[in-house]
């Protein structure tokens, strides 16, 4: 839907964008389907920093978002599509017949008023329409995918993703992830039909620190400034390299080119190609 830009009045404002939400059609979230989100700051149960450089931000409140979308052959009519914090993609909020209403992840082009559906069987090939993988025509562009049949959309669910597929057999589809990457999965997996919206989030940038610690990022330090008792880059006189051959995380760990996959993970044998470097 666009991007903002502003005019450089000030430092912050200078490179900034804002995502203008054009196409949010309601402000206040469904209470009912609302749940408190706790924060944790990055600590464990234990009380340790396990995630580093979290903190502080606007309270958040979490959407009850329906990944599986299990009510097949009901039809579900959008009557909003809204602002996620939590994500960068939209939610759409649909009603059924009987008056319940769920969350749902919005593809790009649905709009308030459509009609769209989950059905076993082969129907219309219509954007936020979910059918197996099987009765999806080849090369048409899918998101928010299963992995596992039954276990919920975890595939290409964030903003402007989309995935094409392009073979079915033995089975299985053979899908093209954005990262390039060929891979098979089930047939009886479902996708949704349609590319991830909010394409433009990927151009936004926040252009000062203030928006990162609104967002619950806190300041993030690099190591060579740091006392060697603190970081492996650490010390030294002045400005100076990190004096090591690689670059090492806090812990002294490769931090650069290690392969973080398992060699032997079951699901080697369905990827086709991996993605290109």
């Known amino acids: 839907m666009g991007i903002k830009y502003y005019r450089p009045l000030t430092p912050g404002r200078r490179f900034a964008t804002v995502d203008p939400m054009l196409d949010v059609t309601k402000k206040q979230p469904e209470?009912?389907?609302?749940?408190?989100?706790?924060?944790?700051?990055?600590?464990?149960?234990?009380?340790?920093?396990?995630?580093?450089?979290?903190?502080g931000g606007a309270k958040r409140a979490i959407r009850i978002v329906d990944f599986r979308q299990n009510r097949l052959n009901d039809l579900a009519k959008v009557i909003a599509i809204e602002y996620d914090p939590n994500r960068g993609s939209r939610l759409a909020l649909v009603e059924y017949a009987d008056n319940e209403k769920r969350y749902v992840l919005a593809p790009d082009g649905l709009l308030v008023g459509m009609t769209i559906v989950a059905s076993a069987t082969q129907g219309d090939i219509q954007?936020?329409?979910?059918?197996?993988?099987?009765?999806?025509?080849?090369?048409?562009?899918?998101?928010?995918?299963?992995?596992?049949?039954?276990?919920?959309?975890?595939?290409?669910?964030?903003?402007g993703t989309r995935?094409?597929?392009?073979?079915i057999e033995n089975g299985y589809c053979h899908l093209r992830l954005p990262s390039s990457e060929e891979r098979l999965i089930s047939e009886d997996c479902y996708a949704?039909?349609?590319?991830?919206?909010?394409?433009?989030?990927?151009?936004?940038?926040?252009?000062?620190?203030?928006?990162?610690?609104?967002?619950?990022?806190?300041p993030t330090v690099r190591g060579k400034v740091m006392?060697?008792?603190?970081?492996?880059?650490?010390?030294?006189?002045?400005?100076?390299?990190?004096?090591?051959?690689f670059p090492k995380t806090k812990w002294g760990k490769?931090?650069?080119?290690?392969?973080?996959r398992h060699p032997k993970k079951y699901s080697d044998t369905l990827i086709l190609h991996r993605r290109k470097k």
Request: glycine share 16%.
């Open 163 to 167: 995935v094409q597929t392009m073979a």
């Open 31 to 55: 209470k009912s389907l609302l749940i408190s989100k706790k924060r944790t700051s990055g600590r464990d149960s234990s009380g340790q920093i396990s995630v580093r450089h979290r903190g």
């Open 254 to 260: 490769h931090a650069l080119g290690v392969k973080t």
């Open 192 to 218: 949704t039909i349609g590319t991830m919206s909010n394409p433009d989030r990927r151009h936004q940038v926040l252009g000062k620190a203030g928006r990162s610690r609104h967002l619950g990022w806190r």
């Open 227 to 245: 006392n060697p008792v603190d970081h492996p880059h650490g010390g030294g006189e002045g400005k100076q390299p990190i004096g090591l051959k």
């Open 127 to 159: 954007v936020g329409n979910r059918y197996p993988l099987k009765h999806i025509p080849i090369g048409t562009m899918v998101c928010n995918i299963e992995l596992k049949v039954g276990q919920g959309g975890v595939l290409a669910r964030s903003a």
